[in-house]
């Protein structure tokens, strides 16, 4: 009895042993055939989870896109980094003869590459109305102002103005409680936000200059500007300090009109600035919220296009009596600042909140350089005030000061 005990005990050796022998070449044959490293299996996996998002988008069938390549995602020797199995083959075949003229759409199981990237594009555009996502902010509404310019020299601009106006706000990540400098110099998360904003507004302006008066001049302003933020979260609050590149367009439709004594011509006013400042946030209420702009702007240049050919022939040469037409005469500016500021009081409710915002925007510009009066009706002709040609006819944007404020109203997503 003891002895079968000893020879089975020495059979079950031998058995363990054969096995642990012919296990390594069968693992070596194995990872041969079957490269499946940690790597191969991660990549594998997200392979197939493509396969299920795509399957699920355009109603197809799993062995039609997915079932198919699955010998080719385990079993292939050579793959290596950046390779796609199953784009590469059979998912792509099916694209290009989706993308065949040859082929109708529905040969391909009913898969629309163009239908899929559209439906993408349709759900990220709706994020940005998703109330419950807290990263963005969209406001749209409308806003009227009172306008006046002010050349102290020579007159005024004065009109109402009416416009529409959009902004949008998108935040990155929320930053941490500052709660002393230290914070402030170590806390990982700087720049968290940007935005863009931009505004269109009609109106009618009147002149009333210091040789005659002109009323209803039609005229448009446009402003727009990008911005990035960093949020400073204060107890129930938060500071925005903020940094960005503006630009702004105003258009004069004067053209030439009669008055006694004012020559009337097309303007158009170009700033390009930078603004920077701060906005406050705090929530009032369950219902109510509270927020505060103030803001600097720069400006980087400017620059005012006077249309004088809307005068016609409106200069005679001494020289031979004959009349000319004058050229557009633009002077660049390169000093001056603007000052804005607004509160904003919002009302929460359950599809989109309203808002309502009154505000004052302020302009102060140096005056311009000054430009020679041209002429290239017939040729190229320089105007001077005498024979000699030592007093040129110049022309130069005098200092001038904007000032605008009103209110804005409508709604925020």
Known sequence: MKRQSTI????????????????????????????????????????????????????????????????????????????????????????????STTRPETDIGGYNVVEYEIQKTKKKLLNIFNRENPFTTLRLGTEYFYFDYDEPAHGTTQGNFFGINGAY???????????????????????????????????????????????D???????????????????NAWLTPFIGVGYRYAHTDEGIRPSPFVWAFERETQYLYVPFGVKLHKDISKQWNFSALIEFDFLVWGQITSHLEDGGHSIVSASDGTPHVLDPLKNEQHEGYGIRGSVRFTRKAKKADFFVEPFFRYWHIDASD??????????????????????????????????EYGIKAGVQF
């Open 8 to 99: 089975k005990s020495r059979w079950t050796c031998f058995v363990i042993l054969g096995i642990l022998l012919m296990w390594n070449p069968i693992q070596t044959q194995a990872a041969e055939k079957f490269p499946l490293t940690q790597k191969t299996r991660l990549e594998a996996m997200d392979r197939e989870m493509r396969c299920i998002a795509l399957q699920q988008a355009g109603d197809i069938p799993w062995q039609d896109i997915c079932a198919t390549s699955e010998k080719n995602v385990y079993m292939n020797d050579d793959l290596t980094d950046g390779d796609d199995p199953i784009l590469d083959t059979d998912v792509q075949t099916l694209i290009n003869n989706y993308q």
């Open 169 to 215: 706000e998108r935040r990155l990540r929320t930053n941490n409680h500052i709660k002393n400098m230290d914070d402030v110099i170590h806390d990982k998360h700087k720049m968290n936000m940007f935005g863009f904003e931009g505004s269109v507004a009609w109106g009618n302006v009147d002149i009333n200059g210091d040789r005659g008066e002109i009323d």
């Open 217 to 235: 001049i039609s005229s448009v302003i446009i402003d727009t500007r990008a911005y990035l933020g960093y949020d400073i979260p204060v107890k």
């Open 370 to 403: 000054t430009k020679q009066y041209t002429s290239s009706d017939d040729g190229n002709i320089t105007w001077y005030w005498d024979q000699f040609h030592t007093l040129p006819i110049t022309g130069i944007e005098p200092e001038n000061d904007t000032t």
